[in-house]
């Protein structure tokens, strides 16, 4: 079932689920956390780290396993996922490096690419699988790098970007398109959907039309995010500009 929040303000939605992510960890100290980067999830991430100055969320016995990486792209490259995280949230909160998960972008094509998205499901699967799922939506209505297609794949993959996606990751690369990736690492959706609870955010009146989609259109693989519907236990949470096409 999905059920919907609309919030006045992008800020308004970060106070809150950073409320609730705290809580969370309270209540469950070793939680296993999903993470997604993107513009909508920064402001999250910025109440986050002040909840953990002020003493309020504890991370040091949480996991965290990020949605996708580019490939090509190493840990400490500055425009890789891993480096975006790192400044937003890893670098001002109490996890403990070995329980940040992240895919490894430097695998050559082929079989080192499977042997890694093979790991990530491992260790998944050995941290008990993903308690809170933290997900945007792309423009397209991609989840991770689950691109709108004929057939979704299940399970982590190598995923070919689509040009819209990469023109929106541009600003990663100095605005360059030539130099954004051509693919990325991802969860699949099946790895995304056995997550126990799932919060997409979306916020910006360019999201409305893709909101208005997956939640009440059909479910197809042309907007992945329409997956989200089979699930037991999603939250949306928008804030009044992506909400706008919504009764
Ligand atoms: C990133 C990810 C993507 C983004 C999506 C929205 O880890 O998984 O699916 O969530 O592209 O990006 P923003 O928030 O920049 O609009």
Redesign the pocket.
Known sequence: MTRVRIFDTPAGLARALAGRISRALAAQPALVLGL??????IPLYRELAGHHVAGRADFSRATTF???EFLGLSATDPRS?RAFMQMHLFDHVNLSPRRIHFLDGTVRPGREVQRECDRYERAIERAGGIDLQI?????NG????NEPARSLVARTHSARLKPA?RR?NAPLFGNHLGAVPREAL?MGMATILHAKRIVLLATGST?ARCVERMIAGPVTPRLPASFLQLHPNVDVWLDRAAARNLE
């Open positions: 997604a980067t993107g513009k909508t999830p990020n949605l996708d996922y997900l945007g939506l792309g423009m991609h989840i991770g790098f996606t929106a991802s999201k």
